[in-house]
């Protein structure tokens, strides 16, 4: 699997990015759908023979188990210098002033709460989740810009927010001497496009590795229109995602389908195909819960959409309200 480079920046990473959020203790935190540890590690271990190196958590994920099995896998199954490992801050973990948000009463707890988690000296890339509104971003940024030079972080990324909002954060790092964002990982796929707008623009524009979650729209790509399945009846952060326009959304799923057919492979593969194929994308984040999820992740690099193709799953999106910040 080839190695790309995240933006200008000197760091690469895999075409294809595992994420992480999947892997955790279902009965720690909001995600009672994830895989515990002797059910996740496989998925670890298989990744990393296929030639995936780049692996995404959060110190939220299933309250901190997600960082502990994937610290505990990599550490088994992996080199440290062979391997990119990146993780983000935001969410509560707690009570108290150091637990949420990004201050850097937070940003130096949680920092090191993570590694301790991780079982490692340092994340390559280490994520903003949000967007904190309590916190001047100067604040924030000079705070990251610590971790970087205390070694503890080799690089800095950002997650879902207003393009405004991400270009007031790198102004802030230029005008402090402090150390700017690399990447962005936002919401893209073929039902939520909205970042082509300004984000994805603006990245390129600043040479920013884009990172995108849930290329898959929560699975909804994945399976014919009207399917459900154990995630979606638990998941009530992506209840409130992909419930804006059903007919073009269902339009959408069932070209998915089409192409897929055509080409005798799975739908996985043709929307991740997609996502891969933008401009402005590095690599999506995919998350796996089934072998066959991290099979046709892999499987997808491989594939290449033609012109006609890429026309077809584009023609029946409507513009919609941008969600998932």
């Given at each position: 699997?080839?190695?790309?480079?995240?933006?200008?920046?000197?760091?690469?990473?895999?075409?294809?990015?595992?994420?992480?959020?999947?892997?955790?203790?279902?009965?720690?935190?909001?995600?009672?759908?994830?895989?515990?540890?002797?059910?996740?590690?496989?998925?670890?271990?298989?990744?990393?023979?296929?030639?995936?190196?780049?692996?995404?958590?959060?110190?939220?994920?299933?309250?901190?188990?997600?960082?502990?099995?994937?610290?505990?896998?990599?550490?088994?199954?992996?080199?440290?210098?062979?391997?990119?490992?990146?993780?983000?801050?935001?969410?509560?973990?707690?009570?108290?002033?150091?637990?949420?948000?990004?201050?850097?009463?937070?940003?130096?707890?949680?920092?090191?709460?993570?590694?301790?988690?991780?079982?490692?000296?340092?994340?390559?890339?280490?994520?903003?989740?949000?967007?904190?509104?309590?916190?001047?971003?100067?604040?924030?940024?000079?705070?990251?810009?610590?971790?970087?030079?205390?070694?503890?972080?080799?690089?800095?990324?950002?997650?879902?927010?207003?393009?405004?909002?991400?270009?007031?954060?790198?102004?802030?790092?230029?005008?402090?001497?402090?150390?700017?964002?690399?990447?962005?990982?936002?919401?893209?796929n073929l039902l939520q496009r909205e970042e082509e707008r300004e984000m994805l623009p603006f990245c390129e524009d600043q040479g920013v590795g884009v990172i995108p979650w849930s290329p898959l729209?929560?699975?909804?790509?994945?399976?014919?229109?009207?399917?459900?399945?154990?995630?979606?009846?638990?998941?009530?952060?992506?209840?409130?995602?992909?419930?804006?326009?059903?007919?073009?959304?269902?339009?959408?799923?069932?070209?998915?389908?089409?192409?897929?057919?055509?080409?005798?492979?799975?739908?996985?593969?043709?929307?991740?195909?997609?996502?891969?194929?933008?401009?402005?994308?590095?690599?999506?984040?995919?998350?796996?819960?089934?072998?066959?999820?991290?099979?046709?992740?892999?499987?997808?690099?491989?594939?290449?959409?033609?012109?006609?193709?890429?026309?077809?799953?584009?023609?029946?999106?409507?513009?919609?309200?941008?969600?998932?910040?």
């Amino acid at each position: 699997m080839d190695q790309i480079r995240l933006g200008d920046s000197g760091l690469k990473v895999s075409q294809i990015i595992l994420g992480c959020m999947s892997f955790g203790d279902p009965a720690r935190g909001n995600h009672p759908w994830s895989l515990d540890e002797q059910s996740s590690r496989p998925f670890i271990q298989q990744a990393l023979e296929a030639g995936i190196t780049t692996f995404d958590t959060a110190n939220a994920y299933s309250d901190g188990s997600s960082e502990e099995i994937v610290g505990r896998a990599l550490a088994d199954f992996a080199q440290r210098d062979e391997i990119v490992l990146a993780s983000k801050v935001f969410m509560p973990m707690g009570q108290g002033p150091s637990q949420s948000g990004l201050s850097r009463a937070a940003i130096m707890a949680q920092i090191d709460a993570s590694l301790r988690r991780l079982g490692t000296d340092h994340v390559d890339l280490y994520q903003i989740h949000r967007w904190d509104p309590h916190t001047p971003i100067e604040e924030t940024m000079e705070a990251l810009h610590d971790v970087v030079k205390a070694g503890k972080a080799r690089y800095l990324g950002a997650s879902s927010m207003y393009a405004w909002q991400f270009a007031k954060a790198q102004y802030a790092a230029d005008l402090g001497g402090w150390t700017r964002f690399v990447s962005m990982q936002d919401q893209y796929n073929l039902l939520q496009r909205e970042e082509e707008r300004e984000m994805l623009p603006f990245c390129e524009d600043q040479g920013v590795g884009v990172i995108p979650w849930s290329p898959l729209a929560r699975g909804r790509l994945t399976r014919p229109w009207g399917e459900h399945t154990q995630r979606t009846e638990t998941d009530d952060f992506g209840k409130r995602l992909y419930q804006q326009a059903e007919d073009a959304d269902r339009a959408v799923v069932d070209v998915v389908g089409a192409i897929a057919s055509d080409r005798g492979v799975s739908r996985a593969q043709v929307a991740l195909a997609w996502v891969r194929q933008q401009g402005a994308v590095t690599a999506p984040i995919v998350g796996a819960t089934k072998q066959s999820h991290l099979t046709d992740a892999i499987a997808s690099a491989e594939l290449e959409l033609s012109g006609e193709e890429l026309r077809r799953l584009e023609s029946p999106y409507t513009p919609r309200e941008p969600n998932g910040f």
